[in-house]
């Protein structure tokens, strides 16, 4: 719905891709939605048990074609196949959507049981009465796989303590439930996130989907048709294809009662406003052309908080890696690839760290920037900074790594903190503070004032500094404080979209007309009907290497190992998968 590149706070605009498959025509979108209200009050009144079996047969499905999944989306962004590129496109597709369904499956069962999911461990509250609902190990196997992981989701300041399984599940606690037609606007980088938001859709609020793919990788789409299949042919789910002309009439269509978009925060106000002078005037006035209800993710410029401590050579070398592989993983189109690393400014190892970065990206390979305007978006942040560092190769076609360091915190118009570049670039920024604990507060007020967005956040701590009381108060304090609906203690925040035990979607509260990183959730496994953010933390170093990290050439061992394992949790499996992740 945005055809120009142009720098404004938010995302930067992305022009849409050329065509793989034919636009679907509107007789056939007509087609498609009449399809969908013929059976949508047949899908809410389907049993649990119905539910679970064509979950399952989607289950099968996804594994059967997993393969030629991986295959088309290495082929399509010019990866490398047989090696880590390849790995990780079984991690963050068939892996992701298929642990997805597992979860959802356990989800119901509970629901038949019980009446809500179970938590694997009470929730509780802390001193401040927030409700805390510990979801991550969700089971034993997950405690093995990822030891030292844990995992929470944080309620609403709203709900209390007794009443959380009354916050849980609406869908399925309504007596006469009334069918809904949910349009999915589909996101062209990650190739779980479409297939993922329609299952929330379907399974969690209880729509049926018409499933709208994304220009970028719309070659996935007769994939998933095959995969859901089973849903298909009951009339409960529909694809279709095209970009903004599509988009915007299925929007406006009669049919259509909810829509879900993953996207930018461009595309939001286009549906919701409309677009040229016009949509400016409706958004500055908040009058809606589109009243629909409208749940997004639409990005962030997300931040990493490094905290000072006793670092070693091989703990910088560790975290260099780790922020790299934040940005090289693909390519940079991810919402939340670190955009800001936080620093500092007295701590003796700043320089160090941003060396161990740089030697990180001097290390990974090249990649293609299949999404389309990311060159224009690079040479857009060099306009700003003609300093920045590159790394790896340029030219037409490319994009190489970008690293804009030192920059003026009190800078609060600077590209880097108000602009999501949605390319292989990010930068640097150090805060003066007397001491630690100072510090950590003064980088959640700068994260949560002078960065954009609200969905991803990352904290960096060393154990020994934790072991400071007033920096661990300090620690719990910024976990609160900081408004995002995804934070991660020591690891990438992406990993709170690969666990989908967690919530997905920004921090709770943004007025439409102001909507920055969006409004709802999505995966949310455990149907938590008021969520306010997901917490994972993790070791501040892991052995085996995290599969995403960019040097860790057993991805493409454990990718297809995980896959199966998520489809078919069974300690014979096991042993497996886990010397894949040491030894490959």
């Excluded at 720098?7 to 793989?20: C, F, L, M, T, V």
């Excluded at 034993?140 to 849980?168: H, I, K």
């Excluded at 294809?241 to 939001?268: N, Q, R």
């Excluded at 690079?378 to 700003?384: D, G, I, P, S, T």
Aim: proline share 6%; glycine share 8%.
């Amino acid at each position: 719905m945005t055809q120009a590149i142009a720098q404004d706070q938010g995302s930067a605009a992305i022009p849409e891709a050329k065509h793989r498959i034919e636009p679907t025509s509107q007789s056939k979108l007509d087609e498609a939605l009449a399809i969908l209200e013929d059976h949508k009050n047949e899908w809410v009144a389907l049993d649990i048990e119905e539910r679970i079996e064509l979950l399952e047969h989607v289950r099968d499905r996804a594994v059967e074609v997993a393969k030629r999944w991986v295959a088309a989306s290495v082929e399509a962004k010019s990866m490398t196949f047989g090696g880590a590129e390849e790995g990780e496109e079984w991690l963050v597709g068939p892996a992701a959507v298929v642990k997805n369904i597992t979860l959802l499956i356990t989800s119901l069962r509970d629901i038949q049981d019980h009446g809500v999911p179970q938590l694997p461990r009470p929730a509780f509250a802390r001193p401040d009465g927030q409700v805390v609902a510990p979801v991550f190990p969700a089971d034993g196997f997950d405690g093995l796989l990822f030891q030292g992981f844990t995992g929470e989701v944080w309620m609403d300041p709203g709900v209390r303590l007794e009443e959380l399984s009354a916050n849980q599940a609406s869908f399925y606690r309504q007596k006469t439930p009334k069918g809904k037609l949910a349009l999915v606007l589909g996101a062209g980088n990650v190739s779980s996130i479409a297939p993922m938001d329609a299952l929330h859709k379907l399974f969690v609020e209880g729509q049926v989907v018409l499933l709208k793919m994304n220009p970028v990788n719309e070659y996935l789409g007769p994939l998933f048709d095959e995969m859901f299949e089973p849903l298909r042919e009951r009339g409960f789910f529909q694809i279709v294809y095209g970009g903004a002309a599509e988009g915007g009439y299925l929007c406006t269509h009669s049919l259509v009662e909810d829509i879900h978009v993953t996207g930018s925060d461009k595309t939001h106000d286009a549906i919701v406003f409309g677009v040229g002078e016009e949509g400016a005037r409706r958004k500055a006035a908040d009058e809606a052309r589109n009243p629909k209800r409208l749940s997004c993710e639409l990005g962030n410029v997300s931040p990493v908080i490094v905290v000072p401590g006793p670092w070693s050579k091989s703990d910088l070398d560790f975290h260099g890696v780790n922020i790299a592989s934040t940005v090289v993983n693909n390519a940079g189109f991810n919402c939340s690839a670190t955009r800001v690393i936080v620093q500092h400014q007295q701590w003796d190892k700043r320089e160090a760290l941003l060396d161990s970065i740089r030697n990180a990206f001097r290390n990974a390979a090249s990649r293609k920037p299949y999404y389309p305007g990311a060159e224009e978006r690079q040479e857009m942040f060099l306009a700003h900074h003609p300093d920045a560092q590159e790394f790896g190769a340029k030219g037409e076609g490319q994009v190489p790594w970008t690293l804009i360091d030192h920059l003026d915190p009190s800078a609060s118009a600077d590209i880097c903190f108000n602009t999501e570049s949605w390319c292989g670039q990010t930068s640097e920024v150090a805060l003066p503070a007397s001491s630690i604990a100072q510090y950590i507060g003064q980088a959640v007020d700068f994260c949560n004032e002078r960065i954009w967005g609200t969905l991803a956040c990352s904290i960096l701590v060393h154990p020994k500094t934790l072991k400071d009381p007033v920096v661990a108060e300090a620690i719990e304090a910024a976990i609160a404080n900081l408004r995002y609906g995804a934070i991660a203690i020591n690891h990438w925040a992406g990993l709170v979209f690969g666990l989908p035990t967690h919530t997905w979607g920004a921090f709770p509260g943004h007025e439409r007309n102001d909507i920055r990183s969006g409004r709802g959730v999505v995966h949310n496994t455990f149907m938590f009907d008021r969520p306010q953010k997901s917490v994972v933390r993790g070791p501040f170093r892991v052995f085996p290497r995290p599969p995403w990290f960019v040097d860790n050439d057993r991805a493409l061992a454990v990718g297809p190992k995980l896959t199966y394992f998520n489809a078919d949790p069974s300690l014979a499996r096991l042993p497996g998968l886990i010397w894949s992740s040491a030894f490959g």
